[in-house]
């Protein structure tokens, strides 16, 4: 297996790093190295690749603003001096997060995750992205991974939300509106001012309530027609 891999980075002694990086890997095949994300956005249209390492801080059109605007989304690996961007590159789905100066056995640590991901999801005959998850800070340094299927229910603690999945727990600091807007709008559906739920998760419903896991759940009343339409038409599928 031989991943095409492309380099956008406004700094040429960053380029020059990663490519030799990249050239110490035999998985690896570099394509081409971007000096702006334009160019990059350009060759992206014609052309498919497995890899970026893509920089933040770029003229005209910053990474973030590029990762926005990709169609097809290959695997994304950040590469910054900055760290305050961690949370919002894990939110528009990037692989890894790498902070410059990048050791060699860090990059080869990213590397051989999407070497994995992408032999799992051949073995499986499926894409690598078909596991989509979610990053959320459980506390001020660290970004937990939550896979979006096992989200079970997420409730509203005031100024917290606590999401439970099926096999941990986890307390953060969002709203449950601003959270629930983030979930795929076919896969969860709000409940109640205090509850979003996974439809898929619905074991019973009785009158204004639902069973996930044998745990009851009140139907809140403005939400209970849509709730148990779009319950009932998801489980007769």
């Known amino acids: 297996m031989e991943l095409r891999v492309i380099i956008v980075d406004d700094e040429p002694l960053a380029i020059n790093v990663l490519k030799n990086y990249v050239e110490q890997v035999n998985q690896l095949q570099l394509v081409q190295t971007f000096s702006n994300a334009i160019d990059a956005s350009s060759f992206l249209q014609e052309n498919e690749v497995d890899i970026i390492f893509l920089d933040i801080n770029m003229p005209i059109l910053d990474g973030m603003e590029f990762l926005k605007s990709l169609h097809v989304m290959p695997m994304v690996v950040i590469t910054t001096a900055h760290e305050e961007y961690a949370l919002k590159s894990f939110e528009l789905e990037a692989i890894d997060y790498l902070v410059k100066p990048i050791p060699f056995p860090r990059f080869l640590k990213a590397v051989n995750r999407i070497i994995s991901l992408k032999q799992d999801a051949i073995k499986s005959g ?37 999401i439970k999945t099926t096999s941990a727990k986890y307390i953060i600091h969002r709203t449950l509106g601003s959270f629930t807007d983030e979930l795929p709008s076919d896969k969860f559906i709000r409940i109640h001012r205090s509850y ?42």
């Not at 996974?198 to 809140?220: F, Q």
């Open 196 to 237: 979003t739920i996974a439809i898929d998760k619905v074991e019973a419903i009785e009158g204004n309530s639902l069973e996930i896991d044998g745990i009851r759940y009140i139907i809140g009343r403005s939400y209970l027609n849509e709730a148990k339409g779009r319950i009932l038409k998801d489980g007769a599928n």
């Open 126 to 162: 499926g894409s690598a992205n078909e596991h989509p998850s979610i990053f959320v800070k459980v506390d001020k340094k660290k970004l937990q991974k939550i896979f979006i299927d096992e989200i079970v229910v997420v409730e509203s603690l005031k100024d917290y939300i606590r």
